[in-house]
């Protein structure tokens, strides 16, 4: 199963590639020094492929988790793992990542869906 699960890993992954365009995916990471008591912040880009980002549709938005003005895009499920904080930058716009939701093929992480704000 696992062979067939990474297949279809493989196929989201074309699709977002084929479909979608190049975008940077900045990743956060917060450090807390217990010495100097403060919080150092460091940055990592990394080049992904998303889908065009999408209003959501009316049934989804609630007004307080996800507002109008926020977007989704999708970015493959393979050797990435975004979390909420981190940065995606996609025709020039940057965005914040609000919320990650990974869908699952079986096990494997096919896809991410990123929930994003201006």
Same mark, same amino acid.
């Given at each position: 199963m696992p062979g067939q699960l990474d +297949?279809?890993?493989g196929v989201a992954t074309?699709?977002?590639t084929g479909f979608g365009k190049a975008a940077t995916l900045t990743t956060v +990471?917060?450090?807390f020094s217990a010495t100097t008591g403060k919080v150092t912040e460091s940055t990592s880009a990394t080049t992904v492929y998303a889908t065009p980002p999408m209003p959501f549709t009316k049934y989804r938005v609630d007004g307080e988790s996800i507002r109008t003005t926020d977007l989704s895009t999708m970015v493959k499920g393979k050797d990435l793992s975004p979390k909420q904080g981190d940065r995606l930058t996609f025709a020039g716009i940057?965005?914040?990542i609000v919320e990650v939701l990974p869908q699952y093929c079986g096990t494997v992480v096919a896809f991410y869906e990123l929930q994003l704000r201006a």
């Amino acid at each position: 199963m696992p062979g067939q699960l990474d +297949s279809l890993q493989g196929v989201a992954t074309n699709l977002i590639t084929g479909f979608g365009k190049a975008a940077t995916l900045t990743t956060v +990471s917060k450090t807390f020094s217990a010495t100097t008591g403060k919080v150092t912040e460091s940055t990592s880009a990394t080049t992904v492929y998303a889908t065009p980002p999408m209003p959501f549709t009316k049934y989804r938005v609630d007004g307080e988790s996800i507002r109008t003005t926020d977007l989704s895009t999708m970015v493959k499920g393979k050797d990435l793992s975004p979390k909420q904080g981190d940065r995606l930058t996609f025709a020039g716009i940057d965005y914040l990542i609000v919320e990650v939701l990974p869908q699952y093929c079986g096990t494997v992480v096919a896809f991410y869906e990123l929930q994003l704000r201006a």
